[in-house]
Nanobody, 116 residues
Framework: QVQLVESGGGLVQPGGSLRLSCAAS????????MGWYRQAPGKQRELVAN???????NYVDSVKGRFTISRDGAKNTVFLQMNSLKPEDTAVYYC??????????WGQGTQVTVSS
């Protein structure tokens, strides 16, 4: 059974940086599209960034120039480098693995809090 294991959340001051990691465990042997979503209190979950199996990236406008998504070669491991963090980036961040176009796997979520 495939699971996603996330790490790297925490509390940071405005302007600071954090790096999130997500690794897929299990028997998936080909690289699949992956991404990061976030959900703030009282809001819907939104896409932050995603990356295809050949490392083509896409970002929501609010994080362009501040966040960078990357993956570890052909592995289903994805990273989110977050710089110049703002209070509005505070949310639970979820890793996503797209097994098929209509089948998603989600991580357990990691809290990111940006506050002075």
């Amino acid at each position: 059974q495939v699971q996603l294991v996330e790490s790297g959340g925490g509390l940071v001051q405005p302007g600071g940086s954090l790096r999130l990691s997500c690794a897929a465990s299990g028997s998936i042997r080909i690289p699949l599209p992956m991404g990061w979503y976030r959900q703030a209190p009282g809001k819907q979950r939104e896409l932050v960034a995603n990356i295809t199996n050949i490392s083509i990236t896409n970002y929501v406008d609010s994080v362009k120039g501040r966040f960078t998504i990357s993956r570890d070669g052909a592995k289903n491991t994805v990273f989110l480098q977050m710089n110049s963090l703002k209070p509005e980036d505070t949310a639970v961040y979820y890793c996503n693995l797209k097994i098929r176009p209509t089948m998603d796997l989600w991580g357990q979520g990691t809290q990111v809090t940006v506050s002075s």
